[in-house]
């Protein structure tokens, strides 16, 4: 595994080193700048020569001159720094973003006051599409919110001409909605609730406006169907956020799960419209343990031109806030009643019953041979596992396969990694299994410090995000953020995953600053390391000749600002493959 190399070091390392290929013209080169390169053999550059999207020479001022032609287009960065651009291994596009192409709510991260969530929600209104049926919306934060303002009285008043849904941030297990969206649904006072699914009421027990759980089923039902151009919106929205962060790598966390999903991404494709790399996991499994047939996962790979490599999701367990995550040392209390979390991400159905501990959503052995099937068929498995013992029984599936072929040929690997136990760590390394991390996580934002650490013991807490402790014991450590169910905000991330600090807050104190990571540490899991994981390393993650011409100009210099300042770092320019798709205004 590649090491990021102190900068100490770096500033040793002599530029100028790259032998300038014989007879070529670089078609655009970038001067003047301060280069990052994540290339152990090169680490700092100060220019670079790009020729059909690739990068021709990575080197000094005089190295890219030596390629410098006529028509060459020269960008002089003015000592600006660059880097290569950021991958994120894990989002959903498919699975949350048709709900918010045309409005999506600030979340928890940007800790909205109820009043800004409301004026966000009425700039929505005022620019909603018109020819649209209905008024769908997603992302606000249940914590900002009042019970006086999630109500059919309230949103009425806002959208009283079309049924409105307004969709929480976490993907579904709150919904705020208008009476004629509850006429639409065929929804009556006479709904009978239960713990599986309710409706805030009145007091004298009428429906109020806000659905729980199952009861947002119904709602959901309603919905005129997310057709194809209105998925190619929103996922095209998201990809533009994500250029806008600088992010030119990512995976598709979840698709084949609705209608459409594979055609739309498949029309993009073609279209010329998806400006990063991409992987496409194909659904293996959704909050139950029904598994997609290989045929199945086969003949959706064969009918869709798809980006990127043959890839399957699973889910294997929920997540620790509702009890639904298998922990090595259990729960530290049975009274203690479960939170909402604001970052399902995958949409696990959630039993609230408090248990001992959880079970496993696919049995270990079901999932063994299923992996096993995945493998043979040449589908590189990603799994959402949050628990220790969740993710010591994916350990224990994968390793059957891995050991039976000699090595991880795949790369399978186990996303979120929320808790590992230490007896785990060697495991990892010795599978070549990575561990794909949630840097916005690393902060003690209010889903940490009110909501997980409530419902565990303080040996256990103590262990959560524990990065530091993985990495030095060799675990390969990969950037994901679960967007848009949680920030798609790079720099948040990175921030809070060496700080252990909420960015921009300090006041709040720390969360684990033992496990603190190095700047060089979170670059190298954001880039190199993400490529790797979505089997692009070959073709980007670093900058170096011959690779893709992916690379990022910031606003500053990394290492020459505060660490407390890293959140406020700003994307100036985006290119992918030598293209400029990104430009700050």
Same mark, same amino acid.
């Given at each position: 595994?590649?090491?990021?190399?102190?900068?100490? !070091?770096?500033?040793?390392?002599?530029?100028?080193?790259?032998?300038?290929?014989?007879?070529?013209?670089?078609?655009?080169?970038?001067?003047?700048?301060?280069?990052?390169?994540?290339?152990?053999?090169?680490?700092?550059?100060?220019?670079?020569?790009?020729?059909?999207?690739?990068?021709?020479?990575?080197?000094?001022?005089?190295?890219?001159?030596?390629?410098?032609?006529?028509?060459?287009?020269?960008?002089?960065?003015?000592?600006?720094?660059?880097?290569?651009?950021?991958?994120?291994?894990?989002?959903?596009?498919?699975?949350?973003? +048709?709900?918010?192409?045309?409005?999506?709510?600030?979340?928890?991260?940007?800790?909205?006051?109820?009043?800004?969530?409301?004026?966000?929600?009425?700039?929505?209104?005022?620019?909603?599409?018109?020819?649209?049926?209905?008024?769908?919306?997603?992302?606000?934060?249940?914590?900002?919110?009042?019970?006086?303002?999630?109500?059919?009285?309230?949103?009425?008043?806002?959208?009283?001409?079309?049924?409105?849904?307004?969709?929480?941030?976490?993907?579904?297990?709150?919904?705020?909605?208008?009476?004629?969206?509850?006429?639409?649904?065929?929804?009556?006072?006479?709904?009978?609730?239960?713990?599986?699914?309710?409706?805030?009421?009145?007091?004298?027990?009428?429906?109020?406006?806000?659905?729980?759980?199952?009861?947002?089923?119904?709602?959901?039902?309603?919905?005129?169907?997310?057709? !194809?151009?209105?998925?190619?919106?929103?996922?095209?929205?998201?990809?533009?956020?994500?250029?806008?962060?600088?992010?030119?790598?990512?995976?598709?966390?979840?698709?084949?799960?609705?209608?459409?999903?594979?055609?739309?991404? &498949?029309?993009?494709?073609?279209?010329?419209?998806?400006?990063?790399?991409?992987?496409?996991?194909?659904?293996?499994?959704?909050?139950?343990?029904?598994?997609?047939?290989?045929?199945?996962?086969?003949?959706?790979?064969?009918?869709?031109?798809?980006?990127?490599?043959?890839?399957?999701?699973?889910?294997?367990?929920?997540?620790?806030?509702?009890?639904?995550?298998?922990?090595?040392?259990?729960?530290?209390?049975?009274?203690?009643? +479960?939170?909402?979390?604001?970052?399902?991400?995958?949409?696990?159905?959630?039993?609230?019953?408090?248990?001992?501990?959880?079970?496993?959503?696919?049995?270990?052995?079901?999932?063994?041979?299923?992996?096993?099937?995945?493998?043979?068929?040449?589908?590189?498995?990603?799994?959402?596992?949050?628990?220790?013992?969740?993710?010591?029984?994916?350990?224990?599936?994968?390793?059957?396969?891995?050991?039976?072929?000699?090595?991880?040929?795949?790369?399978?690997?186990?996303?979120?990694?929320?808790?590992?136990?230490?007896?785990?760590?060697?495991?990892?390394?010795?599978?070549?299994?990575?561990?794909?991390?949630?840097?916005?996580?690393?902060?003690?934002?209010?889903?940490?410090?009110?909501?997980? &650490?409530?419902?565990?013991?303080?040996?256990?807490?103590?262990?959560?995000?524990?990065?530091?402790?993985?990495?030095?014991?060799?675990?390969?450590?990969?950037?994901?953020?679960?967007?848009?169910?949680?920030?798609?905000?790079?720099?948040?991330?990175?921030?809070?995953?060496?700080?252990?600090?909420? +960015?921009?807050?300090?006041?709040?104190?720390?969360?684990?600053?033992?496990?603190?990571?190095?700047?060089?540490?979170?670059?190298?899991?954001?880039?190199?390391?993400?490529?790797?994981?979505?089997?692009?390393?070959?073709?980007?993650?670093?900058?170096?000749?011959?690779?893709?011409?992916?690379?990022?100009?910031?606003?500053?210099?990394?290492?020459?600002?505060?660490?407390?300042?890293?959140?406020?770092?700003?994307?100036?320019?985006?290119?992918?493959?030598?293209?400029?798709?990104?430009?700050?205004?």
């Amino acid at each position: 595994m590649k090491r990021a190399i102190p900068l100490a !070091v770096l500033t040793t390392l002599l530029v100028g080193c790259a032998q300038p290929p014989s007879g070529e013209i670089a078609d655009t080169v970038y001067t003047n700048g301060k280069i990052y390169t994540v290339d152990e053999a090169q680490p700092r550059a100060e220019a670079v020569a790009i020729k059909d999207g690739k990068f021709l020479v990575v080197g000094s001022n005089a190295d890219v001159e030596a390629v410098t032609g006529d028509a060459t287009d020269v960008v002089d960065l003015g000592g600006a720094f660059a880097m290569p651009g950021i991958g994120d291994s894990h989002i959903h596009p498919a699975l949350v973003m +048709p709900k918010r192409a045309f409005c999506g709510l600030p979340g928890t991260f940007y800790e909205p006051s109820e009043q800004q969530t409301i004026d966000a929600l009425k700039e929505c209104i005022a620019n909603y599409p018109e020819d649209r049926e209905w008024f769908i919306a997603a992302g606000w934060s249940a914590p900002a919110m009042s019970d006086d303002t999630l109500t059919r009285e309230f949103l009425d008043k806002l959208i009283p001409d079309r049924p409105a849904y307004v969709e929480d941030e976490t993907g579904g297990h709150q919904a705020w909605f208008n009476t004629k969206a509850m006429e639409a649904a065929g929804i009556t006072s006479d709904f009978k609730d239960s713990p599986e699914g309710y409706f805030s009421r009145t007091p004298d027990g009428d429906i109020a406006g806000r659905a729980y759980e199952g009861a947002v089923n119904p709602l959901l039902a309603a919905l005129p169907a997310f057709d !194809v151009e209105l998925k190619k919106i929103a996922y095209s929205k998201l990809m533009d956020e994500a250029l806008s962060k600088g992010v030119t790598a990512f995976g598709e966390a979840y698709a084949g799960v609705f209608d459409g999903d594979l055609q739309a991404w &498949q029309e993009l494709h073609l279209e010329g419209k998806i400006h990063q790399h991409v992987k496409i996991y194909l659904k293996g499994n959704l909050g139950t343990a029904e598994l997609t047939p290989i045929e199945t996962l086969e003949e959706w790979w064969n009918t869709y031109d798809l980006p990127g490599t043959k890839g399957v999701k699973l889910g294997m367990d929920g997540s620790i806030e509702s009890f639904t995550a298998p922990l090595v040392d259990g729960y530290a209390s049975t009274e203690v009643d +479960p939170v909402e979390s604001p970052l399902p991400g995958d949409q696990l159905d959630e039993d609230e019953s408090g248990s001992d501990n959880a079970e496993l959503l696919i049995p270990a052995n079901k999932f063994a041979d299923y992996v096993a099937e995945l493998d043979a068929a040449g589908f590189q498995v990603k799994v959402h596992a949050i628990g220790d013992g969740t993710v010591r029984s994916t350990l224990d599936g994968y390793e059957r396969t891995i050991k039976a072929n000699g090595n991880n040929r795949l790369r399978h690997h186990i996303d979120h990694c929320s808790l590992v136990h230490p007896d785990d760590f060697q495991r990892f390394v010795d599978l070549d299994v990575s561990c794909t991390i949630w840097p916005p996580l690393n902060a003690p934002i209010g889903y940490n410090t009110g909501g997980i &650490q409530a419902v565990l013991t303080p040996e256990t807490w103590n262990r959560m995000y524990a990065n530091r402790e993985r990495l030095d014991a060799g675990i390969r450590l990969v950037n994901h953020t679960d967007a848009p169910a949680a920030t798609m905000w790079p720099w948040f991330g990175m921030e809070a995953a060496i700080t252990r600090q909420f +960015p921009g807050k300090p006041d709040r104190g720390t969360m684990g600053e033992e496990h603190a990571l190095t700047l060089e540490e979170l670059i190298e899991a954001y880039t190199i390391n993400v490529a790797w994981s979505l089997h692009y390393d070959d073709v980007t993650g670093s900058i170096e000749e011959g690779k893709f011409a992916d690379m990022i100009v910031l606003n500053h210099d990394l290492f020459e600002i505060p660490v407390t300042d890293i959140h406020k770092t700003e994307v100036q320019k985006t290119i992918f493959k030598g293209d400029v798709v990104y430009t700050a205004n």
